[in-house]
């Protein structure tokens, strides 16, 4: 069975960082295409990054590009999303999921699995 479960999330002051993780238990991570969603009050779920299989390759949503950066280490089974230069609106709960494609897809229905969430709280 897959699970993915999230951490690093917190409160942070506008300007600053956060480094999520994902460690995902899954046999041939590496061959799963994964994302991060986020979810805020009263919001529909929104995408935010995706990464491909070993390549790498990557997708960001308009609102992150520049200030997020998605990555991956397949040898710890972990992908991480590094967050700088944080704003209020980036405030949300914070999900990783796992697709069965091997494209990198923007799409929340191409992803089967999801974890947990971690809330991110960004104050002004």
């Known amino acids: 069975q897959v699970q993915l479960v999230e951490s690093g999330g917190g409160l942070v002051q506008t300007g600053g960082s956060l480094r999520l993780s994902c460690a995902a238990s899954?046999?041939?991570?590496?061959?799963?295409?994964l994302g991060w969603f986020r979810q805020a009050p009263g919001k529909e779920r929104e995408f935010v990054a995706a990464?491909?299989?070993?390549?790498?390759?990557?997708a960001y949503a308009d609102s992150v590009k520049g200030r997020f950066t998605i990555s991956r280490d397949n040898a710890k089974n972990t992908m991480y999303l590094q967050m700088n230069g944080l704003k209020p609106e980036d405030t949300a709960v914070y999900y990783c999921?796992?697709?069965?494609?091997?494209?990198?897809?923007?799409?929340?229905?191409?992803?089967?699995?999801w974890g947990q969430g971690t809330q991110v709280t960004v104050s002004s």
């Open positions: 990464i491909g299989l070993s390549d790498g390759s990557t």
């Open positions: 899954v046999r041939t991570f590496s061959t799963y295409t």
């Open positions: 999921a796992l697709s069965g494609s091997k494209l990198v897809l923007t799409g929340s229905r191409f992803y089967a699995y």
